[in-house]
């Protein structure tokens, strides 16, 4: 009777762990969720699950509320209109313009960490398919960008570890890795991703040449939510000086996404299956 017990026990904890990551971190399968506001005008698309709360920062800074959610439709509500600073409130000035001025002291400020933990997320008009497991595209972008710093005398660690399968518990097996990225002292580390929504989502004209808009994503459910917070917009505020509209907008969804691990961890979206991955390493 005490092992039966024993085992009512084990398998109710594991349901319970299983249950706070599903609800965590949850994608759809070959669907999306789209954000309209009142008006039916639609604010964003995305393959995150969506719940009431969640909010989205678009383009033009706009920051929107999911007040309701109604099969595959989530309704937003619009909070306030948001001014972005590349300086930082949280302690971390001027380390934005040491990583996106590319001063030489940034090697001292440790190096940017890079991992992917989807790392079967391809592009299909390039890879052929939307998912290779061991070998996804997305890979590659991470590679793009790190040489693309590496260039700049920018240190980098390029962690190319495998999570498969794409599932529930992917955050935690990358949880390891990114772990062991933070041992090396990274002054921020960026979990490099791509999403699954229609292409025009994402698909920009920059220069004569076809990229990839990136979003942002930063979790609700963690205590570093204000510095990772703070940061993502110091990312924008940088990148939008130079190539306004590049970074569709910051996410905030439900979950930690490994963000609780430290005060400048990021999601990043490089374009979504339907772009090609060289739009999507033009980007990065």
């Known amino acids: 009777m005490k092992r039966r017990f024993g085992w009512i026990l084990i398998i109710m904890a594991f349901s319970a762990v299983m249950a ?14 789209t954000l309209k506001d009142d008006g039916g005008r639609i604010i964003a698309r995305t393959a995150h699950q969506i719940s009431i709360g969640d909010e989205y920062l678009n383009s033009n800074n706009e920051l929107y509320r999911v007040e309701q959610v109604e099969g595959d439709t989530a309704l ?6 948001e001014r972005l600073t ?7 000035r001027g380390l934005l313009n040491d990583l996106f001025n590319l001063r030489a002291e940034v090697k001292s400020k440790g190096p940017i960490g890079i991992y992917h933990t989807h790392s079967d997320e391809s592009y299909v008009p390039t890879d052929g398919k939307s998912s290779r497991k061991g070998s996804g595209g997305i890979i590659k972008v991470g590679e793009t960008l790190a040489k693309a710093l590496e260039k700049k005398g920018i240190p980098v660690v390029h962690d190319k570890s495998i999570h498969d399968p794409h ?5 935690d097996r990358s949880r390891r890795t990114a772990a062991q990225i933070l041992k090396k002292g990274p002054s921020c580390i960026l979990d490099v991703h791509r999403d699954a929504v229609p292409r025009e989502e994402y698909s920009k004209i920059i220069n004569g040449q076809g990229v990839t808009k990136v979003q942002l994503v930063v979790g609700r459910e963690n205590p570093n939510f204000k510095a990772n917070n703070d940061f993502a917009k110091q990312v924008k505020a940088k990148v939008d000086q130079k190539y ?13 996404y490994n963000q609780d691990l430290g005060p400048r961890t990021l999601l990043l979206e490089f374009g979504t299956h339907t772009n090609s991955r060289e739009s999507a390493e033009r980007s990065a």
């Open 20 to 33: 706070v990551n599903v609800r965590a971190e949850l994608e759809l399968d070959g669907e999306y969720m």
């Open 76 to 81: 937003v509500k619009l909070v306030r209109k």
């Open 86 to 92: 590349a300086e930082s409130g949280t302690g971390f």
């Open 167 to 171: 599932d529930a518990l992917a955050y």
């Open 244 to 256: 306004p509209g590049l970074i569709k907008g910051i996410f905030y969804g439900t979950g930690k």
